[in-house]
């Protein structure tokens, strides 16, 4: 994945961000998958890998290695890496974590920042650890989920009205679950394509199903309700084949090319899931059937394209 140059303070910060947010214990090759700026050669990125592990826990981050019978595997656990919870106010907790990590959000100064917003009083030379991208509303969304609430925002030029029930970290992205009382149905939304603000509202009154897994749920969009199924038929390139094929799992059967490319054939039950999860390959996948879902595709490119 290393199609830029990447801090290597983003980059490990990305790796422990991925790890908090995941449920169970990832390999390796996991993990240099989903994370920017890891090298393409397998040995220099196994390298990488381990110093940015033994800089985290140079750092004291509680970073788990636990033996398996095929591979090592990685996890960090909320319990061991947070504090106990002090039952602050969402401004307090929010002041205190930014303050904490040293983090500034976006590209413009601490001035500019949420610390300011809150009344802080900033250093102007206070060294900054690393910067991220800011997700507008990805603070509301946490306050949301806090406080057993919904998130009111636009998606697709369309009012969305939220039960929140989970906020994770996936592929370098933040995505939304829960309930869309728009659309009538289970729904995950990528945090960084919301339009406008996010509003929090009925606090208090949302539950979390019993048989909602926020893992299973934000990884396996493409078997969300939605649209009439279809069996899509995609051709990915040498470079993503075994990546892409793995992620899969046992509901896709898989092709292999004498190029070392590949052909799957998955179930999909919404197009919208589907196209993310297509343009997140970039040029590295293309549609090849069946020609409904092929034709989907190019019409809602040419929508976005057109003026």
Do not use: C
Request: aromatic share 8%; hydrophobic share 45%.
């Amino acid at each position: 994945m290393a199609d830029r140059r990447v801090d290597p303070l983003e980059r490990q910060s990305e790796l422990l961000l991925l790890l908090l947010a995941s449920d169970h214990a990832l390999t390796r090759a996991q993990i240099v998958e989903q994370v920017h700026g890891y090298p393409e050669d397998p040995e220099s990125a196994r390298r990488q890998f381990e110093r940015d592990k033994q800089s985290l826990l140079d750092q004291g981050v509680p970073l788990r290695v636990l033996e398996h019978p095929d591979e090592w595997r990685y996890a960090i656990s909320a319990d061991d890496f947070y504090l106990p919870r002090l039952e602050l106010s969402f401004e307090e907790q929010l002041a205190f974590d930014l303050a904490l990590a040293a983090v500034r959000v976006g590209e413009a100064g601490p001035e500019a920042g949420l610390l300011h917003k809150l009344g802080a009083e900033l250093d102007p030379a206070a060294e900054v650890l690393v910067a991220v991208p800011d997700e507008r509303g990805l603070a509301q969304l946490h306050e949301a989920l806090r406080r057993d609430g919904a998130a009111r925002f636009r998606y697709h030029d369309v009012e969305r009205d939220l039960d929140v029930w989970a906020v994770r970290f996936l592929n370098s992205h933040w995505y939304v679950a829960g309930f869309d009382h728009a659309r009538g149905g289970r729904r995950v939304f990528r945090v960084d394509r919301i339009q406008g603000e996010v509003e929090v509202v009925r606090p208090g009154t949302v539950r979390v199903p019993d048989d909602f897994d926020a893992e299973a749920t934000i990884t396996d969009q493409l078997g969300l309700p939605g649209d009439e199924p279809a069996e899509a038929e995609v051709w990915v390139d040498a470079l993503h084949a075994a990546a892409v094929a793995a992620a899969l799992g046992a509901r896709a059967t898989s092709q292999a090319q004498p190029d070392g490319s590949v052909i799957v054939r998955f179930p999909v039950s919404h197009r919208g899931a589907f196209r993310s999860w297509l343009f997140g390959l970039l040029d590295h996948a293309r549609v090849v059937g069946p020609p409904e879902l092929r034709d989907d595709v190019v019409a809602w490119l040419r929508e976005m394209v057109a003026p």
